[in-house]
């Protein structure tokens, strides 16, 4: 499989669909600030409702798991797994944290979290990718770096986002085989450093040809809840190296990841898998090592990553580790350059 096909897969765009609810059977689920918020056989986590279980078989929704034991939940409760927001029910939102990150669980946002536009005010749209809502833009001036203003919705549209037609697009970007492209004479590419000077750019393929393609977070190459907690929102920083085509590497051959590995200590998250990525760096000053390739958190911290190395042809690879119950690891990273200016935020994901 192509990196291109790889990434169309695994980084979907976000969609939503309809189906059982979370933690109240048939019901639809409950926002809740206490236990006092919800139904008897229920607690409140992370904002919502869920049903209290001792396995599987305790859950009144025949599509929900039981947790077992999780950091923020008293009790195990019941939840629909997920892996992002298109597997929820719409109006809510995939927590990609729930449990240490061992699952996903569909949960409504939190009162200053929006999961569509009707969440929001007037004027207002709810950003997908942070699930904030924003002032509706009239230019690309109103928006943040990476995303462009379509005027005719007022939305802030990441640059590279999935398209079904032009009008899907930020101003200055068209649509050309499913994805926003720079409106230009000549969008051609032969390398990254014909692109550099657009933004979180990359040359891949679009439609058979080499093209300019957005990176940015919410594009249909990168999109995860992580992205815009990176260094500078996500964004690379003036001068920066610019990160992208991720993929799997096996830690051995016919095996993606290895479970309880001595690579990663003695207790907690224990199944280690690599990745590796492509960058450009203008300056020619980035080698890539332990010092400088940062791993961001479901919460916003950055840390060091570990068993990086340097794979040649401007590509390197490093390590994560995972709780063992993942089976879909994934998380997101950023370099930095001798110095210090921070690339774009990456998302990395993998099967284990």
């Not at 008897?40 to 869920?50: A, L, S």
């Not at 899907?168 to 068209?174: A, H, K, M």
């Not at 994560?320 to 690891?329: H, K, S």
Request: with cysteine.
């Amino acid at each position: 499989m192509s990196r291109l096909h790889w990434l169309v897969l695994a980084f979907g765009v976000t969609a939503f669909a309809s189906f059982a609810l979370v933690g109240c059977g048939e019901d639809e689920a409950t926002r809740c600030e206490t236990k006092d918020d919800c139904a008897e056989n229920e607690i409140c986590v992370n904002g919502t409702c869920g049903q209290v279980c001792f396995d599987a078989d305790d859950c009144d929704n025949p599509e929900h798991s039981c947790s077992g034991a999780c950091p923020e939940a008293e009790q195990p409760i019941c939840f629909l797994d997920c892996k992002s927001d298109e597997d929820c029910p719409e109006g809510q939102i995939c927590n990609t944290e729930f449990c240490d990150g061992k699952f996903g669980r569909c949960e409504l946002p939190r009162a200053e979290q929006c999961a569509s536009n009707a969440d929001c005010g007037e004027g207002e749209f709810c950003n997908l990718v942070t699930n904030e809502c924003e002032p509706k833009c009239t230019s690309n001036d109103d928006c943040g770096d990476g995303f462009l203003c379509n005027t005719n919705t007022g939305i802030c549209v990441a640059a590279g986002a999935s398209c079904g037609d032009d009008d899907d697009c930020g101003d200055g970007e068209v649509c050309r085989s499913g994805q926003c492209v720079p409106d230009v004479a000549d969008n051609s590419c032969d390398d990254t450093s014909e692109c550099y000077d657009l933004g979180d750019y990359y040359c891949g393929v679009v439609g058979g040809s080499q093209e300019c393609v957005g990176i940015a977070c919410g594009s249909v190459f990168n999109d995860c809840s992580r992205c815009t907690l990176g260094a500078n929102n996500g964004t690379k920083q003036a001068n920066a190296p610019v990160i992208f085509f991720p993929e799997q590497v096996a830690v051995r051959s016919g095996q993606n990841c290895e479970p309880n590995s001595d690579m990663c200590g003695g207790e907690g998250a224990r199944l280690f898998c690599k990745f590796s990525f492509e960058y450009f760096d203008p300056n020619n000053d980035f080698t890539p090592s332990n010092n400088n390739v940062f791993v961001v958190s479901g919460k916003g911290g950055h840390s060091n990553a570990f068993a990086v190395r340097a794979l040649g042809g401007n590509r390197a690879e490093f390590g994560a580790c995972f709780p063992d119950g993942v089976n879909t690891p994934g998380t997101a990273i950023f370099v930095r350059d001798a110095a210090g200016n921070a690339s774009n935020t990456l998302c990395v994901i993998g099967t284990r």
